[in-house]
């Protein structure tokens, strides 16, 4: 598991690019709605989006999970954590969320209210239920904390 350097997340974008397709798939499943912003963005967003990343890396050198984040000040806003299917229940989603809040002391993060997986996950971790809320009519997202 490492930092990705702005080379890095360039060269890898194609791959990260699959994999947040293959991750967000499975949450618009769980959800029963595919209306998930990173479930339809190209390369170009993906780059743009500003988020700093770190990745874990299998044995054959793919990408078996990522997580892609950005901090402001004391707060470390985790905004995307997807992990290949073929990596499911082993560690590697705790394993990046815990990196990723060894960057500041309060991480936020926020996933789809039916995503039952990822909100055992972060409660498991401490994180506490802050809100609920509807980004668009019938999507509905879970807001955590943790301090």
Same mark, same amino acid.
């Given at each position: 598991?490492?930092?990705?350097?702005?080379?890095?997340?360039?060269?890898?974008?194609?791959?990260?690019?699959?994999?947040?397709?293959?991750?967000?798939?499975v949450e618009?499943?769980?959800i029963?709605?595919?209306?998930?912003?990173?479930?339809?963005e190209?390369?170009?967003?993906?780059?743009?989006?500003?988020?700093?990343?770190?990745?874990s890396?299998?044995?054959?050198?793919?990408? @078996?999970?990522a997580?892609?984040? /950005?901090?402001?000040? &004391?707060?470390?806003?985790?905004?995307? +954590?997807?992990? !290949?299917?073929?990596?499911?229940?082993?560690?590697?989603g705790?394993?990046?969320?815990?990196?990723?809040?060894?960057l @500041?002391?309060?991480?936020?993060? /926020?996933?789809?209210? &039916?995503?039952?997986?990822?909100?055992? +996950?972060?409660? !498991?971790?401490g994180?506490v239920?802050?809100?609920d809320?509807?980004?668009?009519?019938?999507?509905?997202?879970?807001?955590?904390?943790?301090?």
């Amino acid at each position: 598991m490492r930092r990705l350097t702005p080379e890095e997340v360039r060269a890898h974008a194609p791959q990260l690019l699959d994999l947040q397709h293959k991750a967000y798939a499975v949450e618009a499943e769980l959800i029963g709605d595919d209306r998930i912003p990173p479930l339809h963005e190209a390369e170009s967003d993906l780059l743009s989006s500003g988020l700093e990343w770190i990745a874990s890396f299998d044995d054959d050198r793919q990408i @078996a999970g990522a997580v892609g984040y /950005a901090i402001d000040q &004391d707060v470390v806003d985790l905004d995307r +954590l997807m992990i !290949s299917p073929a990596h499911h229940r082993k560690g590697l989603g705790t394993a990046l969320v815990l990196e990723v809040m060894s960057l @500041a002391p309060i991480t936020v993060v /926020a996933t789809g209210r &039916d995503n039952t997986p990822a909100r055992a +996950l972060y409660e !498991s971790l401490g994180f506490v239920h802050q809100s609920d809320f509807e980004p668009v009519p019938g999507l509905w997202v879970s807001r955590y904390r943790h301090a």
